[in-house]
């Protein structure tokens, strides 16, 4: 595929800003965008889509052909499809699995690479760092590069600066090349509507960097940039929203325990707090997944341990309650099943949905694989149906094509997503495909009261006093 860069990089970081804004409103600024996956295809299309020209860079050959071949991977994305086909018609926008090719003519390097965590729940930035030492060698003079990746508070000044700048400190930041962050927050499923309304942060090693940083963005996306006083602030600020969130899950899912053994339905309590006006609902659930929150919270307690005197204690207790609801859901199947004379052994059990969050076609680090593993630990056999996920095998079990057969003959249902199908489930329906069906509800979805007279077994996580 022809690159559709033409001309020579314009040295972003040579220019004053205003020169910087006819270039940009010129068309000049050449983008180049490293990991066009979830995240990084819909922010290079937003680049292109505001006339830069710009090339996505990712190591997956089949990604990269099936978008240089016109099919738009993101189903899942609202929006994006339409923009997808007028970059590539108005040819502002292409994919190579060259690196090198593409970033020596390039005036801004945008890395929106994975940073999972390992097997030991260590923070893992090896794409990072792999594609770092690669740029010390590639990138133009006076080029600019931005990480989006979520990373942790210090990654960026105290090592990935130095893989650019190479062991010989051949390259200096802020003399040869400009870095700095601008976090990603956009949600899954809903990118378009959050590149519109979601302010974003810029931080950079130096104020230039971070004025011009904030002034690209500015062209691409109709929000505030917010300016951070440095790239470590901007990380920490990105980290701050996700854990806050994952520690009052873990806060509710406890809660939702105690709601049980007291007799106290979570859902009304939820709802009449949430009547107060400091007050923020979270929801329980079987567990915390995705890409984000979980691994957040591992690159922040991975940043404190650097640091030592035992801090973020409550992160840590937060992935040991956030962990064990697995358990608890399986405890719930296990109770309800006994309730009508069956055991786990030997049961046959429906998981209704396997993507960490609703109405997304995404499995990482979701829920449902612990409940899968730890239900097949005890005898159960398992079913999965996931609109999302028809005829695919996922966690070995190949997936059930449709609702009706997949609810026909089986023990008990356990809902761990709520995709929107699920929220329309009619209980009558579900009751006449299997005789004393035991419906395990880890989201809330279900009319409990309405479910049990329909003739199901119901059990919810924190629905006590039903
Ligand atoms: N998905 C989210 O909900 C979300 C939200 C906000 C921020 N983020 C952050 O954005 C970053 C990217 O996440 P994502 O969800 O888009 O990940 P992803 O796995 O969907 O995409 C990453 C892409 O990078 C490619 N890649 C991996 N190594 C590479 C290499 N060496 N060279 C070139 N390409 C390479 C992969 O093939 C993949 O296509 C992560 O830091 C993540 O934490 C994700």
């Given at each position: 595929?022809?690159?559709?860069?033409?001309?020579?990089?314009?040295?972003?970081?040579?220019?004053?800003?205003?020169?910087?804004?006819n270039l940009l409103n010129s068309?000049?600024?050449?983008?180049?965008?490293?990991g066009?996956?979830?995240?990084?295809?819909?922010?290079?299309?937003?680049?292109?889509?505001?006339?830069?020209?710009?090339?996505?860079?990712?190591?997956?050959?089949?990604?990269?052909?099936?978008?240089?071949?016109?099919?738009?991977?993101l189903?899942?994305?609202?929006?994006?499809?339409?923009?997808?086909?007028?970059?590539?018609?108005?040819?502002?926008?292409?994919?190579?699995?060259?690196l090198?090719?593409?970033?020596?003519?390039?005036?801004?390097?945008?890395?929106?690479?994975?940073?999972?965590?390992?097997?030991?729940?260590?923070?893992?930035?090896s794409?990072?760092?792999?594609?770092?030492?690669?740029?010390?060698?590639?990138?133009?003079?006076?080029?600019?590069?931005?990480v989006?990746?979520?990373?942790?508070?210090?990654?960026?000044?105290?090592?990935?600066?130095?893989?650019l700048?190479?062991?010989?400190k051949?390259?200096?930041?802020?003399?040869?090349?400009?870095?700095?962050?601008?976090?990603?927050t956009?949600n899954?499923?809903?990118?378009?509507?959050?590149f519109?309304?979601?302010?974003?942060?810029a931080?950079?090693?130096?104020?230039?960097?971070?004025?011009i940083?904030?002034?690209?963005y500015?062209?691409?996306?109709p929000?505030?940039?917010?300016?951070?006083?440095?790239?470590?602030?901007?990380?920490?600020?990105?980290?701050?929203?996700?854990?806050?969130?994952?520690?009052?899950?873990?806060?509710?899912?406890?809660?939702?325990i105690?709601?049980?053994?007291?007799?106290?339905?979570?859902?009304k309590v939820?709802?009449?707090?949430?009547?107060?006006?400091n007050?923020?609902?979270h929801?329980?659930?079987?567990?915390?997944?995705?890409?984000?929150?979980p691994?957040?919270?591992?690159?922040?307690?991975?940043?404190?341990?650097?640091?030592?005197?035992?801090?973020?204690?409550?992160?840590?207790?937060?992935?040991?309650?956030?962990?064990?609801?697995?358990?608890?859901?399986?405890?719930?199947?296990?109770?309800?099943?006994?309730?009508?004379?069956?055991?786990?052994?030997?049961?046959?059990?429906l998981?209704?949905?396997?993507?960490?969050?609703?109405?997304?076609?995404d499995?990482?680090?979701?829920?449902?694989?612990?409940?899968?593993?730890?239900?097949q630990?005890?005898?159960?056999?398992?079913?999965?149906y996931?609109?999302?996920?028809?005829s695919?095998?996922?966690?070995?079990?190949?997936t059930?094509?449709?609702?009706?057969?997949?609810?026909?003959?089986?023990d008990?249902?356990?809902?761990?997503?709520?995709?929107?199908?699920?929220?329309?489930?009619e209980?009558?329906?579900?009751?006449?495909?299997?005789?004393?069906?035991v419906f395990?509800?880890?989201?809330?979805?279900?009319?409990?009261?309405?479910?049990?007279k329909?003739?199901?077994?119901?059990?919810?996580?924190?629905?006590?006093?039903?």
């Amino acid at each position: 595929m022809k690159l559709i860069f033409d001309e020579n990089p314009v040295k972003i970081m040579s220019r004053e800003l205003p020169e910087i804004k006819n270039l940009l409103n010129s068309g000049k600024i050449k983008v180049c965008v490293v990991g066009i996956g979830r995240i990084g295809l819909p922010t290079a299309l937003s680049f292109a889509n505001s006339n830069l020209p710009t090339v996505g860079v990712d190591i997956n050959t089949n990604l990269v052909n099936m978008v240089n071949s016109g099919e738009f991977p993101l189903k899942d994305e609202p929006g994006y499809a339409e923009i997808f086909q007028n970059v590539i018609k108005n040819k502002k926008f292409s994919a190579t699995t060259q690196l090198e090719e593409v970033v020596p003519k390039s005036d801004v390097i945008l890395l929106s690479l994975p940073t999972p965590m390992d097997t030991n729940s260590n923070p893992n930035y090896s794409a990072l760092e792999s594609v770092g030492k690669k740029l010390h060698d590639l990138i133009p003079r006076d080029s600019l590069v931005i990480v989006e990746s979520t990373v942790e508070p210090g990654y960026i000044e105290n090592d990935f600066v130095k893989f650019l700048e190479g062991n010989d400190k051949s390259l200096i930041s802020g003399r040869d090349f400009g870095l700095g962050v601008c976090p990603e927050t956009a949600n899954p499923g809903e990118i378009l509507k959050d590149f519109k309304s979601l302010p974003r942060l810029a931080g950079g090693l130096n104020d230039k960097i971070a004025n011009i940083i904030i002034d690209l963005y500015k062209h691409v996306f109709p929000v505030e940039i917010v300016k951070m006083p440095d790239c470590k602030t901007a990380n920490a600020a990105k980290l701050t929203t996700n854990v806050f969130r994952y520690i009052n899950i873990a806060f509710v899912n406890e809660l939702a325990i105690l709601c049980e053994k007291l007799g106290i339905d979570i859902m009304k309590v939820l709802e009449a707090a949430d009547m107060k006006y400091n007050f923020q609902v979270h929801y329980p659930g079987p567990g915390v997944g995705g890409p984000c929150l979980p691994v957040n919270s591992v690159q922040i307690l991975h940043s404190a341990k650097l640091i030592g005197n035992n801090l973020l204690r409550m992160v840590s207790l937060s992935q040991e309650i956030n962990d064990g609801m697995a358990s608890h859901v399986i405890d719930l199947i296990s109770e309800a099943l006994q309730s009508v004379g069956k055991k786990l052994d030997n049961s046959k059990v429906l998981i209704l949905g396997v993507s960490y969050k609703p109405n997304v076609k995404d499995i990482q680090i979701t829920p449902a694989e612990p409940v899968i593993k730890k239900l097949q630990e005890r005898g159960a056999t398992i079913k999965i149906y996931d609109p999302y996920f028809k005829s695919s095998t996922v966690f070995g079990i190949k997936t059930e094509e449709n609702l009706v057969d997949a609810i026909s003959n089986i023990d008990a249902a356990v809902l761990i997503t709520s995709h929107d199908e699920f929220r329309h489930i009619e209980p009558a329906f579900l009751a006449s495909k299997s005789r004393q069906l035991v419906f395990v509800d880890t989201r809330g979805v279900i009319d409990i009261h309405v479910a049990r007279k329909a003739g199901l077994v119901v059990r919810g996580i924190g629905r006590g006093g039903n």
